[in-house]
């Protein structure tokens, strides 16, 4: 095997445990009843409007979304953003009915389901932080401000800040799971992930990928 496909393999891996950690960390919340990040919770709510899995509803959303942005700036596009497209709806769907056989969240008192949502918060950021580190492609979502910014020179901060709103309220009227998580990943996760990707994921990636 060269040491190009040891790179692809390695990076594709990554990638797919930096998914697999925000599947594990939307779905801890959901089930807790705490609300799913703004983009999930969108497209739970449509989803459950038109009695389609979120696995399924996500994929053709999130692959509409990456034919778009693909033909207007690929260079926001890797293999990691159609790991995210395929697995990510699936994974959180998964992980779902994993946790609410898990836990008896009727029998959690408030507190217990609070300081759960705050490890799921901080499992969604971890991977969040290995997801962008290994610098495999953006997920379609998250490709949609850059894009914005690319095209009309607005500022990147008030251009996402104004995307999140606006899915807030859209998943709100969908009637999907918004709640404290919902507010506090799409908008106060920042800080959490840069940690995350100073202290952890950086140097693990670096590690990693340097003694190939």
Do not use: C, H
């Not at 699936?90 to 008896?104: E, R, S």
């Not at 404290?180 to 100073?198: E, H």
């Amino acid at each position: 095997m060269s040491i190009k496909w040891k790179n692809f393999i390695t990076r594709s891996f990554i990638s797919i445990v930096g998914i697999t950690f925000i599947s594990m960390g939307a779905a801890l919340s959901e089930v807790m009843a705490m609300g799913l990040d703004p983009f999930t919770a969108l497209n739970r709510g449509a989803s459950s409007l038109l009695g389609v899995s979120l696995g399924d509803y996500q994929l053709i959303v999130n692959l509409i979304s990456l034919i778009i942005i693909f033909y207007l700036e690929r260079s926001l596009i890797g293999w990691g953003s159609v790991y995210n497209m395929i697995f990510i709806g699936y994974q959180i769907d998964f992980f779902n009915q994993l946790f609410t056989q898990l836990f008896q969240v009727e029998n959690l008192s408030l507190l217990t389901r609070v300081l759960i949502t705050i490890v799921a918060i901080l499992v969604l950021s971890l991977g969040v932080a290995v997801y962008m580190d290994i610098q495999f492609g953006v997920s379609p979502y998250d490709a949609i401000a850059p894009l914005i910014v690319d095209k009309t020179g607005w500022e990147y901060t008030p251009v996402r800040i104004g995307q999140d709103v606006l899915v807030v309220i859209t998943a709100y009227l969908l009637k999907g799971p918004v709640g404290i998580s919902t507010v506090i990943i799409g908008f106060f996760a920042g800080p959490l992930i840069a940690l995350f990707s100073d202290k952890i994921s950086k140097p693990l990636i670096e590690q990693v990928t340097t003694t190939e």
